[in-house]
């Protein structure tokens, strides 16, 4: 996979986050298996809890244009370590592209990939699997 161009589309909705309270703002993109491309960015709220990480912003954007099947996805931030999605966004990803590998990258072209389902083992296990 080549994930030049869904870090490029990460980094430039990244300037679009809304983060006045962790100035932290991230950039995500995710390609759909129809080639199309979708972005999100974080979105905070002054009750903290219920910030929108960029990672779910790009899958709403996706499921709402109809893509539900996905192949790849990039998240930027301006980290010295490339920032991996946080486990809320990792068990939504899981419900839609377990196998999907995930590249993130700072602003220095570090990056790191792993699929969701290496970040997040046994997503589904279990549940609402009454005997
Ligand atoms: N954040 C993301 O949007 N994605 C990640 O992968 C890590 C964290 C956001 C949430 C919050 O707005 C800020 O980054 C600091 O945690």
Redesign the pocket.
Known sequence: MQFDELIAEAKAVRLRAY?PY?H?P?GAAILGRSGRIFTGC?V?NLSFGL?I???RGAVCAALAAGERDFVAMA?V?DSREP????GA?RQVLAEFAPEMEICSANLHEVRFSARVIDLLPRPKAGILDNP
């Open positions: 983060a962790s932290f991230v974080n905070e910030t990480c960029a990672e998240v931030a920032v991996t999605p946080c966004c």
